[in-house]
């Protein structure tokens, strides 16, 4: 970890987000600056057009495998539903354990 960073404060999911995001962001830089030397018109070679597109293909590639398989996706969304149903059994629950004590505590009145 780097210390006196923006990353000192970030949990490990925070920093992977955020540097999942600065590749995305580089590698879109690397496709845009390869498509507009691709199409200047000083670029007249095949050699350096070919060259040119081979920076574009190998930056969609890196692209493409920051694309989720649907497996994966369909497994996220299982466990936020797992997660969601949790949190409303432990919320009956933490309702059910306080209505308990009320119960209780409350004295016997004959």
């Known amino acids: 970890m780097r210390s006196g960073s923006s990353w000192s404060n970030k949990n490990a999911r925070q920093r992977y987000w955020e540097l999942l995001q600065t590749l995305h962001d580089q590698a879109m830089l690397t496709v845009r600056q390869s498509w507009k030397l691709y199409l200047s018109s000083e670029n007249k070679t095949p050699v350096g057009k070919v060259?040119?597109?081979?920076s574009v293909?190998?930056?969609?590639?890196?692209?493409?495998?920051?694309?989720?398989?649907?497996?994966?996706?369909?497994?996220?969304?299982?466990v936020d539903e797992l997660i969601s149903k949790q949190g409303e059994?432990?919320?009956d629950l933490a309702e059910k354990k306080l209505k308990d004590r009320v119960l209780v505590s409350r004295p016997v009145s004959n």
Request: a negative charge; aromatic letters at 4%.
């Open 51 to 54: 060259s040119a597109l081979a």
């Open 57 to 78: 293909q190998r930056g969609l590639l890196l692209l493409s495998r920051f694309i989720p398989d649907l497996e994966q996706m369909q497994l996220q969304e299982q």
């Open 89 to 91: 059994i432990d919320k």
